[in-house]
């Protein structure tokens, strides 16, 4: 085994603490909240005064997600349906933030760890929100 499957090996097995999440999910919002595209789509969506109840239902959503804590109990396609401007063209700014502060926060194999897992979920919503065989062109 190389030296690098061993540190992959290592960070697959080794959970994520809450601090680590707690930090992944403020910062990362924080950044979303600056950018130009997405920070109007979800001020929009959350409100000022939803932010800190929004963080929360995230940081269990990544326990969950990276953990399988259970903490999360909410239905993330079902909630996604409503935002209004919400288009399959802001994924990609959303994937690209969040792959850059996971790269800032967490060495390269977790953060290869939480951006697949974040890459399988952007086409799970993409697919659910978007993909529709039978709409007239």
Same mark, same amino acid.
């Not at 109007?40 to 939803?50: H, N, Q, T, V």
């Not at 990544?62 to 399988?68: A, G, M």
């Not at 194999?109 to 890459?119: D, H, L, N, S, V």
């Given at each position: ?36 595209? %997405? ?5 929009? /969506? $959350? ?10 239902? &995230? @940081? ?44 800032? %926060? ?5 953060? /290869? $760890? ?10 799970? &919503? @993409? ?11």
């Amino acid at each position: 085994m190389s030296a690098s499957d061993r540190a992959q090996a290592r960070a697959d097995a080794a959970p994520f603490t809450d601090e680590e999440i707690d930090r992944l999910v403020e910062t990362f919002y924080a950044r979303v909240r600056q950018h130009h595209r %997405l920070g109007p789509i979800f001020e929009r /969506a $959350i409100g000022e005064d939803g932010w800190p109840q929004h963080l929360a239902t &995230l @940081k269990d959503f990544w326990s969950s997600v990276l953990n399988t804590s259970g903490r999360y109990k909410g239905q993330p396609m079902v909630a996604h349906q409503s935002v209004e401007g919400i288009t399959e063209g802001l994924f990609t700014p959303w994937l690209g933030l969040f792959h850059q502060t996971c790269a800032d %926060l967490f060495d390269a194999p977790r953060a /290869a $760890i939480i951006g697949q897992k974040a890459e399988r979920i952007a086409k799970s &919503l @993409k697919l659910g929100l978007f993909f529709k065989p039978d709409a007239v062109a």
